[in-house]
């Protein structure tokens, strides 16, 4: 049988209302003030996608909330640091923005399906931590770039050292309150999800004995479904 490819109509649901839980938190969750910055809850959704369906998922759900932040903190002017940089250097500061969260989703994918062969629930840590870290090291090397734009912006190289030092400074406390969230949250969520998959999978097959809970209690990525198909 012909393998399915990784657009199945189940797994777009889910990115679907992943998608729209990114939307969700940006827009609400992410407005909530932090020492000057936003706390960035969007992540948590780029973590799942990785979880659920690997590298390719990851980098599309960063994609997607790389852009909708893009949007809301540099253009619609969410968060004055990003919205200032903007103003700086807007060709950085896009790439930075919806890049940074592309690259975290898609290594957050990889991490997880590469240790999640041992054990998944160590996996969706490591993942939880290094979506949060990745997107916070690609936002700091952009700063960095963009450090001659904003002296020049500003019109002076010591105001624009001091802007910086605070703002390095605001990035760092978010950091590090992203990383908490994401640990909290992100394998909680994950092991909710994998309870309802194993209800949907026992009930399907007829009322069936549900299996033992073990840690490898995933959604089906395209591959995975292409090939229990194949086997069939």
Same mark, same amino acid.
């Given at each position: ?16 209302? +992943? ?5 969700? +938190? ?13 706390? $960035? ?47 700086? =250097? ?28 041992? =054990? ?27 450090? %001659? ?16 030092? *605070? ?14 969230? $994401? ?10 999800? *994998? ?28 591959? %995975? *479904? ?7």
């Amino acid at each position: 049988m012909k393998k399915a490819g990784f657009f199945t109509a189940r797994n777009t649901a889910y990115l679907a209302v +992943l998608f729209a839980l990114v939307i969700v +938190l940006q827009l609400f969750a992410s407005a909530i003030p932090m020492f000057g910055v936003t706390l $960035n809850f969007s992540l948590i959704p780029i973590v799942l996608a990785g979880i659920f369906f690997g590298a390719p998922g990851g980098g599309i759900m960063g994609f997607i909330s790389g852009l909708v932040t893009f949007i809301t903190a540099a253009v619609m002017g969410g968060e004055p640091s990003t919205a200032f940089l903007f103003q700086a =250097n807007p060709v950085v500061l896009t790439l930075v923005c919806i890049g940074k969260t592309t690259a975290a989703g898609i290594v957050g994918g990889l991490l997880y399906r590469l240790i999640g062969k041992k =054990n998944t629930l160590a996996a969706a840590y490591v993942s939880s931590v290094a979506v949060p870290v990745l997107n916070t090291g690609i936002y700091l090397l952009g700063m960095v770039i963009m450090k %001659d734009d904003v002296a020049a912006f500003l019109g002076t190289e010591a105001v624009a050292g001091v802007v910086f030092a *605070a703002v390095f400074g605001l990035i760092w406390v978010n950091f590090l309150l992203e990383i908490v969230i $994401n640990v909290l949250f992100a394998p909680a969520v994950h092991r909710i999800v *994998a309870v309802v998959e194993r209800a949907v999978k026992q009930k399907r097959g007829g009322g069936e004995s549900a299996p033992r809970e073990t840690e490898n209690a995933v959604p089906e990525t395209g591959s %995975d *479904a292409g090939k229990k198909d194949k086997k069939e």
